[in-house]
């Protein structure tokens, strides 16, 4: 019988036992289809295997081998960069803090006639709303000096945040 027509048999169930413990390769199959508890209560014994030596040196080699050393270069070291301000950033927040203040405390309106025209009847205030900033030519934009809005404070801390940022250290 070829060993096709035997792995045939072991698939329908046909194969005589006596055939799986004279072949070690059909017990492996047979072992991994059924199972060992199966091919046990059938009557089936396991095959005898050649056991596996492993192959120990003797210790009388007195073979040396001698690994090349290839030198590892060190890594090179990263330059330190000098930490700096970001003076730029500064000076954008500087400028803006003091023209947000001079129009609080002197206001817009006293050294830049931008609301009074000559044949006017209201008179504008010196300091410019800053949400009314569109529309500065109207007389309700402008209002009396060191009157302070919700805007212009939360405009004025978000500035001295960013001043404060901009002097810290990269």
């Not at 006639?113 to 300091?127: I, R």
Request: proline share 9%; charged share 25%.
């Amino acid at each position: 019988m070829s060993s096709l027509d035997e792995i045939k048999n072991l698939l329908d169930g046909t194969l005589n036992p006596e055939n799986l413990e004279d072949n070690p390769e059909l017990y492996e199959m047979a072992e991994s289809i059924y199972g060992r508890e199966v091919l046990e209560q059938m009557g089936v014994e396991a095959p005898e295997r050649p056991s596996e030596s492993i192959v120990q040196p003797n210790g009388d080699a007195k073979h040396e081998v001698q690994m090349p050393i290839v030198p590892i270069a060190p890594p090179e070291p990263i330059p330190e960069t000098p930490k700096s301000r970001r003076w730029g950033l500064f000076v954008f927040t500087i400028i803006a803090i003091s023209l947000i203040l001079t129009n609080l405390v002197v206001g817009y309106g006293s050294f830049i006639p931008l609301c009074d025209e000559p044949d006017s009847e209201t008179n504008c205030e010196d300091k410019l709303i800053l949400s009314e900033i569109a529309n500065y030519q109207s007389p309700n934009s402008w209002t009396e000096t060191m009157e302070l809005e919700i805007i212009e404070v939360g405009i004025l801390v978000f500035l001295f945040g960013i001043l404060l940022f901009s002097l810290r250290k990269k």
